[in-house]
């Protein structure tokens, strides 16, 4: 499969796929606030969709959606005194008396409209002379602050159209990193940094898919070696973008995969590696008959799941997990202090797979995946990879290491129906 068909039909599988749906609950918190602030049925004046849905950049299965109403200017007198968390309450009750089944909260700076399988949150701004936009923010006493969506948008646009398009695709391409990868990124520091990257370098101001494979590459190779940092500037508002946590470790693996990728050029191997770094959404390679017809005769079933077959992904916070490694008379030790060490596990061990940290609020779910690998796994007919619920208190799952193999162990926070989080284990049993 050439290089160029292999992104594009990446990119094809990206897009979202929900669009009428987000598109019809725009539409009804738009019109009840617009009934509740200016007596009309609107479903879509005074409104904007900012956010990666808002910039063209969001992917499928996006879950966390952004969107700013515009309040008359005649209600400013009414709210600017200390009134930032009235004015949410207004918001929340309009939209709660319009559609009284939805679940509606107020959340600091926002209200939060909670569906099945995504949420929007809606900020109520007042416009000013500039276009930019003052918004409540309730914490500590309340107060009024400014942002600057239509830059970005305008800035986004801007450099599209000069870069040959390759900014959007790139920031959706590592939307599809992230979230394979449980990279805690907010879409806005994506797009920034897939900004920045590409506006250092004129590589790829006139390449199109052929050159997705070196772009990326580039691109990892460039996150890798950003210093630490606590924010980055917008593009376009130059407003403050938090890091919510570094990303440089997991940039550096990604870069690694990209160059054993690049090496497999357009051989059968190619796609899967891809797949490492980008997930399932990248095209498997095609098959042919004679694999085909092997596969059907093949003594192990090949039975992983895909928690992406389950669920949207859209990961927005950190999670941890580790394995206590231990036998009956021997002390528990931590798999990753081992792994760091460059030690495997023996054969005959207990293992707890445990979470160690996790930034999700309550309340979540939490779901597992252990894969077997290796000629062992085949043999047994033991390959596994379902997606299964702990089976020890405090969301933890207890395994034993039975036999030989780069075994791995996955784990998913599932918050109102999306996953939030993620991490994986290698587990190397000799």
């Not at 952004?66 to 004015?87: C, E, N, V």
């Not at 590459?217 to 376009?236: E, S, T, V, W």
């Not at 931590?334 to 460059?342: A, C, E, F, P």
Request: charged fraction near 30%; include cysteine; proline fraction near 3%.
């Amino acid at each position: 499969m050439k290089i160029g068909e292999m992104f594009s039909e990446f990119l094809n599988r990206l897009k979202v796929d929900n669009a009428e749906q987000i598109s019809l609950r725009y539409g009804e918190i738009t019109a009840s606030l617009n009934k509740r602030f200016r007596d009309t049925d609107s479903k879509t004046a005074n409104r904007l969709q900012v956010g990666s849905y808002g910039r063209w950049t969001a992917i499928k299965g996006i879950s966390d959606l952004d969107m700013l109403y515009i309040m008359p200017a005649s209600q400013w007198q009414t709210y600017r005194d200390d009134k930032q968390s009235q004015l949410l309450t207004d918001v929340k009750d309009a939209i709660k008396a319009r559609y009284p089944k939805s679940r509606v909260r107020v959340d600091r700076l926002v209200v939060t409209v909670t569906y099945a399988n995504f949420h929007v949150e809606v900020q109520p701004v007042f416009e000013l002379d500039d276009g930019s936009f003052k918004y409540p923010d309730t914490y500590d006493g309340g107060s009024w602050k400014v942002t600057k969506p239509r830059e970005e948008i305008a800035a986004m646009k801007e450099f599209v159209d000069q870069k040959n398009s390759n900014l959007r695709q790139l920031c959706k391409m590592s939307r599809a990193w992230k979230n394979k990868h449980g990279v805690v990124m907010g879409g806005l520091l994506v797009d920034t940094l897939a900004h920045n990257y590409l506006n250092s370098t004129s590589d790829y101001d006139d390449k199109g898919f052929t050159y997705y494979d070196w772009m990326a590459r580039d691109f990892f190779g460039y996150l890798k070696n950003q210093p630490d940092r606590d924010h980055y500037k917008a593009l376009g508002s130059g407003q403050n973008v938090k890091v919510k946590k570094q990303f440089q470790r997991k940039a550096k693996t990604a870069y690694n995969l990209c160059l054993k990728a690049i090496e497999a050029g357009e051989t059968d191997a190619a796609n899967d590696k891809w797949k490492r770094v980008f997930g399932r959404r990248f095209p498997a390679k095609p098959v042919q008959v004679e694999e085909a017809a092997a596969k059907a005769i093949q003594s192990w079933r090949d039975t992983e799941q895909y928690i992406e077959d389950h669920y949207p992904v859209d990961i927005r916070f950190n999670l941890t997990i580790d394995c206590d490694v231990y036998t009956d008379q021997s002390p528990r030790r931590s798999l990753l202090t081992m792994l760091l060490k460059g030690f495997g596990i023996s054969s005959n061990r207990k293992l707890i797979f445990k979470i160690t940290e996790c930034a999700v609020p309550e309340p979540f779910i939490v779901k597992w995946k252990v894969l077997n690998r290796g000629e062992q796994a085949k043999k047994r007919d033991c390959i596994r990879g379902d997606i299964i619920d702990p089976n020890e208190h405090s969301n933890r799952r207890k395994e034993t290491a039975n036999f030989s193999g780069n075994h791995v162990v996955e784990c998913y926070v599932v918050q109102n129906g999306v996953v939030v989080a993620r991490d994986e284990i290698e587990v190397p049993i000799m």
